[in-house]
């Protein structure tokens, strides 16, 4: 399971208030990602890491910010949560080997939005 | 540009085939693929690197074909646990992934 954990699991929240998602890998690496997957849609990427303090947007990644000060945890926050961030939220890392790059999953986060 | 799967829904009875495809716009440079059961994370399948290239894992393989920018993934004799939803993810020079919306497959005694 790419030793992948996030927290928490299942929140709920109101309009307004901020949130923050976190997700902690145990075996040092590199990349990591923030999607969320709403039905329809697939996995959208929200922001990626390349490196402690070294981040970069994906496609969908207004009305969030991350952090990541540390290899093994990267943050995602909701500055101000709005009905339409309902959704469940996964973490993935990548792993490289000679059949190339693979992208390990978390266990996912849903977050509802009232 | 996200690629696009087709179907987007299949029905099967336990020992048929199917085929998800996966079409993108854009070139090319791997194809990744991928099972989600319900409420569970995403699972790795298989990626495949180079065009023409082909991979098997169990009675699952897949295809790439770099010229029509576009995958296929072929479950033969298919079985009750390869019920889910299937996503290719699409590798850009940028590095990043791609995901198309999904292929809900469903596998029926």
């Known amino acids: 399971d790419a030793g992948i954990t996030q927290s928490p699991r299942h929140k709920v929240t109101e309009t307004g208030t901020p949130v923050t998602l976190r997700c902690h890998q145990t075996?040092?690496?590199?990349?990591m990602y923030w999607y969320r997957q709403d039905p329809g849609h697939g996995l959208r990427l929200i922001h990626y890491?390349?490196?402690?303090?070294?981040?970069d947007k994906g496609e969908v990644s207004d009305g969030y910010s991350v952090s990541r000060s540390k290899t093994e945890d990267f943050l995602l926050t909701l500055e101000s949560a709005t009905s339409s961030q309902t959704s469940v939220y996964f973490c993935?890392?990548?792993?490289?080997?000679?059949?190339?790059?693979?992208?390990?999953f978390g266990p996912g986060t849903r977050l509802l939005v009232l | 540009q996200q690629p696009v799967q087709s179907p987007q829904a299949v029905i099967l009875r336990e020992g048929e085939d199917a085929v998800i495809n996966c079409s993108s716009s854009?070139?090319?440079?791997?194809v990744h693929w991928y099972r989600q059961k319900h409420g569970e994370a995403p699972v790795f399948l298989m990626i495949?690197?180079?065009?023409?290239e082909q991979k098997g894992h169990e009675k699952i393989s897949a295809s790439f074909n770099e010229k029509k920018q576009q995958s296929s993934l072929y479950l033969t004799a298919s079985q009750l646990s390869y019920s889910g939803t299937y996503f290719c993810?699409?590798?850009?020079?940028?590095?990043?992934?791609?995901f198309g919306q999904g292929t809900t497959l469903q596998v029926k005694p």
């Open positions: 993935a890392i990548s792993e490289w080997t000679s059949g190339g790059e693979t992208q390990y």
């Open positions: 075996e040092n690496h590199r990349y």
């Open positions: 890491s390349y490196g402690v303090k070294d981040t």
């Open positions: 854009k070139a090319l440079y791997s």
């Open positions: 495949l690197l180079k065009g023409g």
């Open positions: 993810g699409t590798g850009l020079n940028t590095g990043k992934l791609i």
